[in-house]
């Protein structure tokens, strides 16, 4: 198939629900944190695959606002796992030209992990193979408010008049802001709900709901997905010409 006829059929930005790591974890016995590392495993091979498959943003929700409810003990091992993953990955991120940058609220989390947040994002800033995004801390709901707040300090001090917000001015102040909608969400694990992922940039995308667990989610189903999608009709509410 030629390049361009394929470009239509991909997914530029897809946006991943990783869910179902307690479950494998638990399936073996295993304490559930055991799930979340067999989990980022699964995200290392699927950040590999994105070029090939003409993926060019991917964004994954590692964390969400909601997460904080979880035992201690489960809050302290993800938060200890994202700041070992930064560190073991960084270089290799960094030399397979992908540019990383996190989306959601900074304010809960500990100081180290932001720091290595930061030097993440600077230091693959110039990439431009793939587009990883990681929403930690992150939900739709959080982030637009946030937004509505920046933006009410705009009107307030005058730099903005309320008369010139639409869409595009909102979406100008979410954490997405220099990205282009998802075009396809997937969730694995068998449950049908976008918990609060991506709520204002999923307007228009296409949604796949499936039943492997996250830590099962091999490069060879990803691609699967994609082409399941590839034959979707998407219509932006318009009808077929
Ligand atoms: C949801 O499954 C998963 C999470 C809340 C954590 C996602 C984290 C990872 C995949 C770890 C690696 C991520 C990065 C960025 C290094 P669940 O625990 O709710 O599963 P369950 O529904 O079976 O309990």
Redesign the pocket.
Known sequence: MPDDARANLCPAHVAI????????A?QRGRP?LF???A??R??REIVKACPDMGVKYLT?????TE?WKRTQTEVAG?MA??RK?LEREANDLFESGVCVRFIGDRIRLDDKLVTLMDELELRTAGNDRVHLT?A?NYGGRDEVTRAAQRMAVEVEQGRLHYKDVDAETLAGFLDTHVLPDPDLVIRT?G?ARISNFLLWQSAYAEYEFVDT??PDFTAAEFSRVLASYGKRDRRFGAVRA
């Open positions: 629900i990783m869910d179902g790591n307690g479950r494998w638990q559930r799930g979340h590392h989990g980022a699964r995200v994954i929700f590692a964390f969400s997460n993800l796992l994202f993953y990681v930690l694990s449950e667990l996250w």
